[in-house]
């Protein structure tokens, strides 16, 4: 069981980029997803998340707009479109996956402590 995590780079401000997380040995379709990035010297936090049946998205209020999560089913991948980047995006970025209480179920969390599988991290600098 495994989150692999790429993407992550170093980017000019205004730039941007798209983190992936794939998944093996269990379907992303089964689980709420979400994103945590990990500035240096400050606490894990969350910045998205998707639903498990629907779909639905939720951000954190400084990446609205910004930001977009997704999944693609076929590929057993999400992935954080990130645009418009700001030097405060700078981070060690976090994809996780948490296991819907039952099928069908529209559960989302934006504590971490919520969810079962993590990625390695991915670094992203915004930085001229």
């Known amino acids: 069981v495994q989150l692999q995590a790429s993407g992550g780079g170093l980017v000019q401000p205004g730039g941007s980029l798209t983190l992936s997380c794939a998944a093996s040995g269990f379907t992303l379709a089964d689980y709420y997803l979400g994103w945590f990035r990990q500035a240096p010297g400050k606490e894990r936090v969350w910045v998205s998340c998707?639903?498990?049946?629907?779909?639905?998205?939720y951000y954190t209020d400084s990446v609205k707009g910004r930001f977009t999560i997704s999944r693609d089913h076929a590929k057993n991948t999400m992935y954080l479109q990130m645009n418009s980047l700001e030097p405060e995006d700078t981070a060690v970025y976090y994809c996780?996956?948490?296991?819907?209480?039952?099928?069908?179920?529209?559960?989302?969390?934006?504590?971490?402590?919520?969810?079962?599988?993590w990625g390695q991290g991915t670094q992203v600098t915004v930085s001229s």
């Open positions: 996780a996956a948490g296991p819907l209480p039952y099928s069908g179920s529209y559960y989302y969390s934006f504590n971490s402590w919520d969810y079962r599988y």
């Open positions: 998707i639903t498990g049946s629907d779909d639905s998205t």
